[in-house]
């Protein structure tokens, strides 16, 4: 399985069956964020749960409440069940959450039931790219992870290709919405045989079984040995830091200040760009502006191919410009893009079929710049924020700050919908997104960042 020197070949079967059953969590991740999309819809009608707008946003929310608290206790279950045990955990509350929201009986069983759905969301979306990390030589390390930001976008995708042919095979039964939730059980399930197989991180071997242990694990995994080597060492160096970690810091040294400071906007950033208003209500937003119902189901599938396409072209980009640049350069894009939105949907120049039509595919492109360029660097871009010490903890805060901003977005939209209509919304989130701009300007400097490292 190794060439003469020793390297890894990057063709290890096992290597890559692991990385893909990990990033079957990613692909929950998704599932689960998009199935709401095409399910709305119907229950929201009289003979189902009757949602009034502002219920309509606390169940769209409820499982981005779950993912905040999900999310930010990650760190302490990894490190204490272990990356295998909870991801196993991770897809047997899943599945019983999902079930519990396909047979829910009124509007509050269903908020709860995505609460708890949330919480495993939650520890997903940071679990499966540790885990992938861990077990990933130092050559398919950014390879293995991106499976899973790749995993999330399918997971969204299969989820409107499947609310789709449901809905137009079996719109008229408006119970329809409960076999769609149910449907994502089916992926959970897969994930929990198939975990068993899995091997344990070899980081979290070294610090709870033992180098020997951690040492079999790598060789299963075919590391090099000089991966090998600085894996331990650096597992080592992780343990020490930990063990130094001071909230105090923040309060006191300004470098560190301007650093929690930096990641909470690259949070907020990424969801006030107005992604999740889309894929959570892009049926509601299609059928607003004048698509039938199985229209509106189909036209998502376009969206979620487009964003499937866009993040594979767009971690080609990554290397290849300045982050920052490219953080403002999609931002930019994104305010001009619903600008143009707002204005066809607000002028009256076009046939309703044609209308219908330039606003799918200003809405693709619009999912395409924030899932090509806007979201990969700021996953990135909170990466490379803080020293290696803190890195961990400023993280966990800077995805909690998304999942935060996200339930705001997604509890308020469809009031908002209500309010300002279809249009005004658009016209409120080409506003954020330069608003965005000028934080990005001011808040999120390679210059101070690099000097604020060095310091650190």
């Not at 999609?330 to 066809?344: E, M, P, R």
């Not at 899932?371 to 290696?388: A, C, K, R, Y």
């Not at 409120?428 to 400097?445: H, K, R, S, T």
């Amino acid at each position: 399985m190794k060439d003469n020197d020793g390297s890894l070949r990057t063709g290890s079967s096992f290597l890559r069956y692991t990385s893909y059953i990990i990033a079957l969590g990613g692909f929950l991740f998704g599932y689960d964020t998009g199935v709401i999309n095409g399910a709305l819809s119907f229950l929201s009608r009289p003979d189902q749960l009757n949602l009034s707008s502002s219920v309509q946003g606390l169940v769209s929310s409820s499982l981005v409440l779950g993912c905040t608290f999900g999310a930010m206790s990650n760190s302490y279950l990894a490190n204490h069940v272990g990356r295998k045990k909870l991801l196993q955990w991770v897809a047997v509350i899943f599945t019983f959450a999902t079930l519990a929201c396909s047979l829910s009986m009124n509007s509050w069983m269903l908020i709860g039931a995505r609460f708890i759905l949330g919480l495993s969301v939650g520890v997903a979306s940071s679990l499966s790219p540790l885990y992938l990390n861990e077990i990933s030589p130092d050559k398919l390390k950014a390879k293995n992870v991106n499976k899973n930001a790749i995993a999330i976008v399918l997971g969204q995708l299969m989820a409107f290709t499947v609310n789709a042919i449901l809905g137009s095979i079996w719109g008229s039964w408006h119970s329809i919405w409960r076999v769609m939730m149910a449907v994502a059980a089916l992926p959970a399930i897969l994930l929990w045989v198939l975990s068993f197989e899995l091997p344990k991180s070899p980081f979290w071997q070294i610090v709870s079984e033992g180098r020997d242990r951690a040492v079999e694990t790598f060789r299963q995994l075919h590391f090099p040995k000089l991966d090998i080597r600085e894996a331990i060492t650096e597992a080592k160096e992780e343990i020490k830091n930990e063990d130094s970690f001071n909230w105090k810091e923040f309060f006191t040294n300004k470098y560190m200040m301007y650093l929690l400071v930096a990641g909470v906007t690259v949070g907020f950033i990424q969801q006030a760009s107005g992604i999740n208003t889309v894929m959570y209500y892009g049926t509601v937003i299609l059928e607003k502006v004048g698509l039938g119902s199985g229209a509106s189901l189909y036209g998502n599938i376009l969206i979620g191919a487009v964003s499937s396409l866009a993040i594979l072209a767009g971690s080609r980009l990554l290397g290849k410009v300045h982050h920052q640049h490219l953080l403002l350069a999609g931002l930019i894009s994104n305010g001009v893009t619903l600008f143009i939105l707002n204005w066809v949907m607000r002028a009256d120049l076009f046939s309703q079929t044609v209308n219908n039509i330039l606003v799918l595919l200003i809405l693709a492109i619009f999912l395409a710049i924030q899932q090509g360029i806007v979201s990969p660097v700021t996953w990135l871009l909170l990466s490379e924020l803080f020293p290696q010490h803190v890195k961990a903890t400023m993280n966990s805060v800077g995805t909690a700050t998304i999942w935060i901003t996200n339930f705001l977005i997604s509890l308020i939209f469809p009031i908002l919908l209500d309010v300002l209509g279809t249009a005004g919304v658009f016209l409120a989130f080409a506003l954020a997104n330069i608003g965005c701009v000028v934080l990005a300007e001011l808040l999120i400097n390679p210059r101070l960042i690099k000097r604020a490292n060095d310091v650190l």
